[in-house]
């Protein structure tokens, strides 16, 4: 039995959009004079706009939800097939095709995608009712209620699909496979507990997986929940980025000097427009230059387009809260879609900051979480980032408990560091921006 990973059934549903949608277009060839040959370069762009689009307005995402309400279901993939229609007229018209591509016709589209439409929602529901996947573990934690009381709770505060329940060896014993089972580490050492224990590992392990709380948090969640960890834990020779050869950290590198610099670039329009509206609003400075804490804890100067009013010298520092009333109207819209963090590209290009990595904090604030939290400190052994897996994963933090839930992803991240979860953290980065769900 094999753990069901969080994006494999996105992953898979993408998949049977796209055979849906390349088996529609073969169908519908058969009826035509020209054959599909002429048409590859729209099919490969109709395909791209309808899988991208659907990404875009959540179409996979609800796959995550612990229910699937058919009406969002239904509304988010009619919009992908109505938007994807708009984008396919549009090229149309910008390039226009001679008479014989077929495929964008606009009879031809509407006969294409109202059937695509159909094969997506079929497809959802089966994927959902485990039918196209094996049927998806149950998951329980084992053992005394107080000791697991804290997985619980880190459980419930990151959004997830299944429920988690706590219980006896006993009560594990009565459930039917497939099963993942956490078992808490003082089952191990209780001499009453340790013939059911060995019933347990006895069971088929392709049914019954047996794993630790730390363990189903770390793979079910993708996060390492501060709390929970040992002291000590993963020191700094242990980062899957420290050898001495490591292709990884060198591309990470030669891709935050490309990237930023090409977005500097092409974003100069945009940071003179904002500039401008910036200082039209209020007369006030553009730039907001603040000390920030970066790798290793060494402190440098981060900067950003200013999305609030100005504030007194010797303002104290406070979090920032929803519906701050400090953000200013041309800020809110900054801060939306992500323009207020452009200039930090500098310090990307100075080696300040990476483009992914945990958000750099206000030394003001770390005093106070680096005594509150443990292995804060443990966030500095990678340079900071513009977006990260924190940023993408949970709400902005505006309290202790905010940036704890926030750290336990900067872990993971720490952690489990890869090209691969860089390029997830990106493609996050980007759906954020284009929604302009930023705050």
Known sequence: ????????????????????????????????????????????????????????????????????PLAAVLQRVLITGV????????????????????????????????????????????????????PEAQVALVGPPHELQPVLEAWRRTPVRQPLRCLTPEQALELSPPVVLALAPSLEQNPQQRALLERLEERDPRDTSLTTPLNLLERQLERLPPALLPEPWLNYQELPWNRVFSLERQLKRAADLLVAAV????????????????????????????????????????????????????????????????????????????????????????GDMSLIGPRPERPEFEHELEARIPHYRKRHWMRPGLSGWA???????????????????????????????????LFRTIKTVLKAGGR
């Not at 998949?15 to 040959?37: E, N, Q």
Request: glycine share 6%; hydrophobic share 55%.
């Open 391 to 425: 940023q993408v994963c949970a709400p902005y933090a505006a309290s202790v408990e905010d940036s704890e839930l926030k750290l336990s992803y900067d872990l993971y991240y720490l952690k489990y560091f890869s090209t691969w979860l860089d390029l997830i953290i």
């Open 1 to 68: 039995m094999s753990w069901r990973n969080p994006r494999r059934i996105l992953v898979v549903c993408a998949g049977l959009d796209l055979a849906g949608l390349i088996g529609l277009a073969v169908l519908i060839s058969l009826f035509k004079p020209v054959t599909l040959f002429p048409q590859l370069g729209w099919l490969l762009y109709t395909a791209v706009a309808y899988l991208g689009l659907g990404w875009l307005f959540g179409g996979y995402t609800v796959l995550r939800w612990r229910r699937l």
């Open 83 to 134: 938007v994807t229609l708009v984008v396919v007229a549009l090229a149309r018209l910008l390039l226009n095709p001679p008479d014989t591509v077929w495929l964008v016709h606009r009879s031809t589209q509407a006969a294409w995608l109202a059937p695509l439409m159909g094969w997506s929602l079929l497809m959802r529901g089966l994927l959902r009712r485990g039918v196209l996947l094996p």
């Open 263 to 350: 977005l500097l670039t092409l974003a100069s329009p945009l940071l003179l427009l904002a500039a401008l509206l910036i200082w039209l609003e209020d007369r006030g400075p553009v730039f907001y230059v603040q000390q920030r804490s970066g790798w290793l804890g060494r402190t440098f100067q981060v900067f950003k387009l200013r999305t609030m009013q100005v504030a007194p010298p010797d303002a104290p520092a406070v979090w920032t809260v929803p519906g701050d009333q400090r953000i200013t109207r041309v800020g809110l819209w900054l801060r939306r879609l992500r323009l207020d963090e452009l200039p930090q590209l500098l310090n990307v290009l100075s």
